[in-house]
């Protein structure tokens, strides 16, 4: 079995920052591509930023410039550094990564429990 542990979700006002975690866990054999997504009350969950196996990332328009989707292999953890925080950014996170695992081999997507970001105006 695999568990993605998120953390760092949290209030703050508008402009401020957060950096949340996402730490993978279990028989894992590799990690390939990692994303964050969002889903605010009554919209549908959207793409936030990816990040492939070899640093390769990509961004929804409605975060470019402001954050940033870092990983550490060697702690099977994906970051996303939020800077210039916007009211419309509240949300609860869910990272998600593609993770092949041992025993037997088997290659699948993992989600995370979700933590919740609140922008105050």
């Known amino acids: 079995q695999v568990q993605l542990v998120e953390s760092g979700g949290g209030l703050v006002q508008a402009g401020g920052s957060l950096r949340l975690s996402c730490a993978a866990s279990?028989?894992?054999?590799?990690?390939?591509?990692m994303a964050w997504y969002r889903q605010a009350p009554g919209k549908q969950r959207e793409l936030v930023a990816t990040?492939?196996?070899?640093?390769?990332?990509n961004y929804a328009d409605s975060v470019k410039g402001r954050f940033t989707i870092s990983r550490d292999n060697t702690k099977n953890t994906v970051y996303l550094q939020m800077d210039s925080l916007k009211p419309e950014d509240t949300a609860v996170y869910y990272c998600?990564?593609?993770?092949?695992?041992?025993?037997?081999?088997?290659?699948?997507?993992?989600w995370g429990q979700g933590t919740q970001v609140t922008v105050s105006s």
């Open positions: 279990g028989r894992i054999l590799r990690i390939n591509d």
């Open positions: 998600n990564a593609q993770i092949i695992t041992y025993g037997p081999i088997s290659s699948r997507g993992y």
């Open positions: 990040i492939t196996s070899d640093d390769s990332t």
